[in-house]
């Protein structure tokens, strides 16, 4: 019955995934299409941080501002107007190729690329009822991922010094308006949904809030200044889609092993874990990068290379996708830590904390990464990295003994995509959120 409804859902919102999904293709690839192309134009690495800043900037003061614009214009239209900004702001990229231009572009990007997904989550809970959910957010997860890592592939179709790939870009933006649009079907009813303010967040779970702020850090330079340091190594464009690709597919594999382990064992110590396995990645993908630190005691970073002085593509791709194996679980992982020390009711309300605290943190990561890149060249990309998951173990190992474990029958792992929103976490069965009044008509 649960597999026939799940069927109705996916069958009679097809245009809904169909549309969102050619947006995440877009999504994927014009944000490491940038970064590419920030290199090739010259850009040093802080106006490159800037520039990627810029996307975070307006997707956490969009996360307070579209859910009123919704309630008051509707769904469809704004998504219709989201969808033309992106197409529009990725058209400017290639007419004003100037680093303040692209920061606003940016900016412009990451505002409309909230707006999407929180109507995306809005329809699909309006879409499903508590027999389905679980089902509807795997599905919400595969398109998601499966278009991130096609996105990456779209690198290859021409050169990111053309204008060719800009051009795509606002094209599938423009094609994904065409199926929602043409499609009779009743909006969802918009609702707000509250969220637990920071400083109580941190009494609930100190560990589970920092580590949330560090991982904002962390997962916003992976995504926006990767292709920046592979590029900077000299990378080809194949290969550097290839280690995109890879990247993403690892992030999404990891998480059901992972969140398995934190299901069984305390999940502090699963999260240092993840975090002390992806500090030895980063360190061992250095040592295979065959790069200096440029300013950082010469001597010893002459005699730190002596162990590879030649770039080793195969290790150091390996060790990157297996970083982000470790690294891109932590957000759920997180998430799970606090609703741990909380009942039920309050799981989405601390997810919209949460995710405050991340974006707090995600908006400064590309610009801390690039200084750190400028500072000490493109391995600065990795100490950025270890910086701040070496905050995380360490935090990690000091609450662990001002703290014993509280084991929460009514919290589990569930694996998220790194841009959900809290309307999208109600799709987790474990939220509690009561979603039995969406009867088959709504399917």
């Known amino acids: 019955m649960a597999s026939q409804h799940m069927y109705k859902i996916i069958k009679n919102s097809w245009a809904l995934f169909t549309g969102f999904g050619i ?49 008051k214009v509707g769904h469809i239209r704004v998504f219709a107007a989201f969808a033309s900004m ?44 508590n027999r389905t959910r679980g089902k509807v957010l795997s599905f919400y997860m595969f398109v998601t991922f499966f278009g991130l890592a096609l996105g990456n592939l779209l690198l290859n179709v021409s050169s990111p010094k053309n204008y060719e790939p800009f051009i795509l870009i606002s094209l599938l933006f423009s094609i994904a308006l065409i199926p929602i649009l043409l499609v009779k079907r009743k909006p969802p009813k918009f609702k707000k949904i509250s969220s637990i303010n920071i400083k109580e967040l941190f009494k609930i779970s100190p560990m589970g809030s920092f580590s949330m702020f560090c991982s904002g850090f962390i997962f916003s330079a992976i995504f926006a200044m990767l292709s920046v340091y592979a590029v900077t190594m ?63 005691f010469t001597e010893t970073a002459v005699r730190f290379n002596y162990f590879s002085t030649v770039l080793d593509k195969t290790k150091l791709f390996i060790f990157i996708i297996l970083l982000s194996g470790m690294i891109l679980p932590l957000f ?17 309300a601390a997810g919209g904390g949460l995710n405050i605290i991340f974006g707090l943190g995600a908006m400064a990561g590309p610009l801390m990464c690039s200084a750190l890149m400028n500072l000490f060249g493109p391995n600065g990309f990795f100490v950025h990295l270890l910086i701040f998951l070496l905050a995380i173990v360490f935090f990690g190992i000091y609450r662990m003994n001002k703290r014993k474990y509280e084991d929460n029958p009514e919290s589990t792992f569930t694996a998220l995509p790194r841009d959900i929103t809290p309307l999208g976490i109600e799709l987790d069965p474990t939220t509690g959120v009561d979603l039995s009044n969406n009867d088959d008509k709504k399917a």
């Open 332 to 348: 759920s992982l997180n998430l799970a830590l606090v609703n741990d020390y909380i009942p039920k009711e309050k799981f989405v």
């Open 86 to 129: 992106a197409s529009l702001s990725s058209l400017v990229h290639v007419v004003f190729v100037d680093p303040v231009v692209w920061t606003l572009a940016r900016f412009l990007t990451g505002f409309s690329m909230i707006g999407i997904f929180i109507i995306v989550e809005s329809w699909l809970n309006d879409r499903a009822n």
């Open 23 to 71: 947006i995440i293709i877009s999504h994927g690839f014009q944000g490491n299409l940038l970064g590419i192309r920030s290199v090739l134009e010259d850009f040093n690495f802080i106006a490159t941080g800037t520039i990627m800043s810029g996307y975070f900037v307006g997707y956490f003061l969009g996360a307070n501002m579209v859910p009123n614009l919704v309630s």
């Open 234 to 296: 000299n990378l080809s464009i194949f290969e550097i889609s290839l280690l995109l690709v890879g990247t993403t597919l690892s992030g999404a594999f990891f998480q059901w092993p992972i969140g398995y382990l934190s299901d069984s064992y305390d999940r502090r110590i699963v999260i240092i874990a993840c975090s002390v396995f992806a500090s030895l990645f980063a360190i061992l993908s250095v040592l295979f990068s065959g790069a200096s630190f440029e300013n950082l």
